[in-house]
Nanobody, 125 residues
């Protein structure tokens, strides 16, 4: 499975960005999709995840109410709508895919087996 992110960029604090991640290759498996981010000098951290059917969604506490994850399985694409952005949201954002079967509370990077190359999001103050 190959994952390609797009939609990053530079935005002022309080603004919005929409990220997309399109999968190719083996898209027949019911992968759970996740978004992660990594700021300079920091570890990669979980942001949001969504299961195949879209009825199980989980967010990092600090992005709840500001970010929205969604997916369109017909287009093999997962989205991350980011509103009310803050400078601390600045990072490289990655999408990732994992096999079904994990409980929703499990969202460590090691459970994800496919990763995109990342897209830079910069929020200026």
């Amino acid at each position: 499975v190959q994952l390609v992110e797009s939609g990053g960029g530079l935005v002022q604090a309080g603004g919005s960005l929409s990220l997309s991640c399109t999968a190719s290759g083996d898209t027949s498996t019911d992968y759970t999709m996740g978004w992660f981010r990594q700021a300079p000098g920091k570890e990669r951290e979980f942001v949001a995840q969504i299961n195949w059917s879209g009825n199980s969604i989980y967010y990092k506490e600090s992005v709840k109410g500001r970010f929205t994850i969604s997916r369109d399985n017909a287009k093999n694409t997962v989205y991350l709508q980011m509103d009310s952005l803050k400078p601390e949201d600045t990072a490289v954002y990655y999408c990732a895919a994992r096999l079904p079967g994990y409980t929703v509370e499990v969202h460590t990077p090691s459970t994800y087996i496919y990763w995109g190359q990342g897209t830079q999001v910069t929020v200026s103050s």
